[in-house]
């Protein structure tokens, strides 16, 4: 699975339309997303406090199936290979919508739903 964090205004627009795009698919070509490990620091480094955010979680066989471009790109600011989408993604792609808010010191924490991934 991959995970996309979205403003809460993006997804409800994706209700509408049938596809997520956010702003980074128009000005970069691709719309980024993370691997679970990947979550937390990219919340921590671009989200910090936010409240206005949901947690994708993609099936990246479900993009391939639906002949969305999935490729992992070095980033070599986090010393990384991310998963890069290359177009919009359907909403037959996404999983599950999680909750995904701040702590008190506006860190974030990987949802319950995820932790128990993990734990199991």
Same mark, same amino acid.
């Given at each position: 699975?991959? %995970?996309?964090? &979205?403003?809460? &205004?993006?997804?409800?627009? *994706? ?5 997520? &795009?956010?702003?980074? =698919?128009? *000005?970069?070509? #691709?719309?980024?997303?993370?691997? @679970? ?8 480094? %671009? %989200? @910090?406090?936010?409240?206005? =955010? ?6 990246? *066989? +479900? =993009? ?7 490729? @992992?790109?070095? +980033? /070599? ?8 989408? #290359?177009? /919009?993604? /359907? =909403? &037959? ?14 860190? #974030?924490?990987? /949802? ?9």
């Amino acid at each position: 699975m991959l %995970y996309r964090i &979205a403003e809460l &205004a993006h997804w409800q627009q *994706a209700q509408q339309t049938g596809f997520f &795009a956010s702003p980074d =698919l128009q *000005a970069e070509g #691709f719309i980024h997303t993370s691997e @679970r490990h990947q979550v937390v620091e990219t919340a921590s480094r %671009y %989200y @910090r406090g936010r409240q206005d =955010l949901v947690l994708l979680e993609l099936d990246e *066989a +479900a =993009l391939v199936a639906a002949g969305v471009a999935v490729k @992992r790109e070095w +980033a /070599p600011s986090r010393g990384q290979h991310f998963a890069h989408v #290359f177009g /919009p993604i /359907p =909403l &037959a792609a996404v999983r599950r919508v999680l909750d995904f808010t701040p702590t008190d010191d506006g860190d #974030f924490e990987l /949802p319950n739903a995820l932790k128990e991934l993990i734990d199991n």
